[in-house]
């Protein structure tokens, strides 16, 4: 394999691990490891998701707000997120990821109930340094499992 390549497939797997890292983030309650995934000036938007559960959850802009939101609203909830399919292109530092996140819901205090949300991720990342980062984030859903009263206090 040439340098190029080699360059190319090790940015491509840099920028999966930052939706790695905010998928980890969230499921371990891990605030730092959760906004090293994000610029500073980052967007994420779940309102597409959202609302095909019934609820008015609005883009979130800046990293500290993102953080303190995402993490402050699934506080009651123990969530896994698998993350699949990533597809990734680079133009110099900038990137898109698309990807198939797989995200379930249960309230701690009662693990008989669930929402299981299988969303499509589309991200636009941005380079760090040596780090790549979420600048960018848009959530919607294809198809759920459960409960979404689940989420109802979110």
């Known amino acids: 394999m040439t340098d190029t390549v080699l360059h190319l497939l090790a940015d ?21 490891l959760f906004a090293s995934s994000l610029a500073v000036d980052a967007i994420s938007d779940n309102s597409p998701a959202t609302a095909k559960i019934g609820l008015d959850y609005p883009a979130m802009h800046g990293r500290d707000t993102i953080v303190s939101a995402v993490l402050g609203s699934l506080a009651p909830f123990d969530t896994t997120h698998l993350v699949s399919n990533p597809r990734v292109t ?15 819901h249960l309230p701690k205090a009662d693990h008989s109930r669930h929402l299981l949300m299988t969303n499509r991720y589309d ?27 689940v989420l109802a206090g979110v």
């Open 12 to 32: 491509q797997l840099a920028v999966t691990e930052a939706l790695y890292r905010y998928a980890a983030g969230v499921d371990l309650k891990d605030e730092s």
């Open 90 to 104: 680079i133009d110099g530092d900038k990137a898109h990821l698309e990807a198939v996140v797989s995200a379930q």
């Open 123 to 149: 991200a636009e990342l941005i380079r760090e340094g040596d780090v790549w980062v979420l600048h960018r984030l848009t959530v919607d859903n294809v198809w759920l499992d459960g409960d979404p009263s």
